[in-house]
């Protein structure tokens, strides 16, 4: 959102802020029209917003009624758990396939490099050199062998709901697909306002710098990549996998695509809209201004591809469980 209204403000500044090329007042702006509620600023602050609630609604679905992936936090207690025979009240399956899996990373076995159990033994003596040699509480008990449990940037645990997918990924994903859909894709950072320093950290990680910015720089570019730090942060807090971010980005790209689509019927003129996709893909939106379906396109490289809505998911289709949906 508030990058959007920094866009929005330079955009009535001619020269500097444009619109995608392919709307019908592109040509025509500062002389004869000026967008408002379509192609103006109330018209992209609305679909900023409104793709978030979707894409909230779409990852709440992922999350609760499909997926239910545990969190990097609770794998953690859980496989710590098992390993010193901790067991409680957990599930019976739950713990048959996490002692399968802690025997597939060898976590009895000596740290050995060459085997994925090294991890855990890595983990596990970290976790005691921080705790400086002393045995760490977990359940009201004592963790006498190995220490698996991970480190996080939240004092009260990770969120209660699953892992997968990532609701601030989604909807970082969704929203900065409709701004790349809106804005010209060859607007450059330069033409916003001159922008051409940014800030980065030293080579210590300990300072920010100033840096010059490359004339060529994309704002496209740089709104990917404020998706991908929103979404990372996450990871880098503890409370998701890797797959949780990339795979929930790709998510809010389609939900932005699909409500995209929808408005392309409300268009008594002929409009295209493209942009480069979180995978490198130019996507194109078009119609003809007739009003209906078959006047809408969407093209994928160029051409028809009823198969990007699923491409990356194709072998990983799980059905909703009955039980939750009754």
Same mark, same amino acid.
């Given at each position: 959102?508030?990058?959007?209204?920094?866009?929005?403000?330079?955009?009535?500044?001619?020269? /500097?802020?444009?619109?995608?090329?392919?709307?019908?007042?592109?040509?025509?702006?500062?002389?004869?029209?000026?967008?408002?509620?379509?192609?103006?600023?109330?018209?992209?602050?609305?679909?900023?917003?409104?793709?978030?609630?979707?894409?909230?609604?779409?990852?709440?679905?992922?999350?609760?009624?499909?997926?239910?992936?545990?969190?990097? /936090?609770?794998?953690?207690?859980?496989?710590?758990?098992?390993?010193?025979?901790?067991?409680?009240?957990?599930?019976?399956?739950?713990?048959?396939?996490?002692?399968?899996?802690?025997?597939?990373?060898?976590?009895?076995?000596?740290?050995?490099?060459?085997?994925?159990?090294?991890?855990?033994?890595?983990?596990?003596?970290?976790?005691?050199?921080?705790?400086?040699?002393?045995?760490?509480?977990?359940?009201?008990?004592?963790?006498?062998?190995?220490?698996?449990?991970?480190?996080?940037?939240?004092?009260?645990?990770?969120?209660?709901?699953?892992?997968?997918?990532?609701?601030?990924?989604?909807?970082?994903?969704?929203?900065?697909?409709?701004?790349?859909?809106?804005?010209?894709?060859?607007?450059?950072?330069?033409?916003?306002?001159?922008?051409?320093?940014?800030?980065?950290?030293?080579?210590?990680?300990?300072?920010?710098?100033?840096?010059?910015?490359?004339?060529?720089?994309?704002?496209?570019?740089?709104?990917?990549?404020?998706?991908?730090?929103?979404?990372?942060?996450?990871?880098?807090?503890?409370?998701?996998?890797?797959?949780?971010?990339?795979?929930?980005?790709?998510?809010?790209?389609?939900?932005?695509?699909?409500?995209?689509?929808?408005?392309?019927?409300?268009?008594? /003129?002929?409009?295209?809209?493209?942009?480069?996709?979180?995978?490198?893909?130019?996507?194109?939106?078009?119609?003809?201004?007739?009003?209906?379906?078959?006047?809408?396109?969407?093209?994928?490289?160029?051409?028809?591809?009823?198969?990007?809505?699923?491409?990356?998911?194709?072998?990983?289709?799980?059905?909703?469980?009955?039980?939750?949906?009754?």
């Amino acid at each position: 959102m508030n990058a959007t209204v920094i866009l929005e403000g330079y955009r009535k500044k001619p020269g /500097e802020v444009a619109t995608d090329t392919g709307n019908p007042i592109a040509e025509f702006r500062y002389d004869k029209a000026d967008g408002f509620a379509t192609w103006g600023g109330p018209h992209i602050l609305s679909l900023v917003t409104e793709v978030a609630t979707r894409a909230l609604r779409a990852v709440r679905r992922q999350k609760f009624l499909i997926h239910r992936r545990a969190r990097p /936090e609770v794998l953690a207690a859980r496989l710590t758990q098992v390993h010193n025979r901790q067991k409680g009240r957990m599930d019976p399956a739950a713990i048959t396939k996490i002692e399968s899996m802690l025997r597939e990373l060898g976590a009895d076995d000596p740290a050995d490099e060459n085997r994925p159990g090294v991890l855990l033994h890595w983990i596990s003596a970290l976790n005691a050199e921080r705790n400086g040699g002393a045995a760490t509480a977990i359940a009201g008990k004592k963790i006498t062998g190995g220490n698996f449990l991970l480190p996080m940037a939240f004092p009260e645990g990770s969120p209660m709901h699953a892992a997968y997918g990532a609701g601030h990924a989604t909807v970082a994903g969704a929203c900065v697909t409709m701004m790349k859909a809106f804005y010209d894709k060859d607007l450059t950072m330069k033409q916003v306002h001159g922008f051409t320093k940014f800030y980065q950290t030293d080579a210590n990680g300990d300072m920010k710098e100033a840096a010059t910015m490359d004339a060529g720089v994309l704002v496209s570019h740089e709104l990917d990549k404020l998706a991908a730090n929103i979404s990372i942060g996450r990871n880098h807090a503890g409370v998701h996998f890797y797959t949780d971010y990339y795979d929930s980005l790709r998510l809010g790209e389609r939900v932005a695509v699909g409500i995209l689509e929808e408005q392309m019927l409300a268009y008594n /003129e002929e409009v295209t809209l493209s942009f480069t996709g979180f995978d490198g893909e130019e996507i194109a939106l078009k119609t003809d201004g007739s009003g209906t379906a078959a006047g809408v396109t969407m093209t994928v490289d160029g051409a028809a591809d009823a198969n990007w809505w699923t491409r990356n998911v194709q072998d990983f289709q799980l059905a909703p469980d009955p039980a939750l949906l009754a």
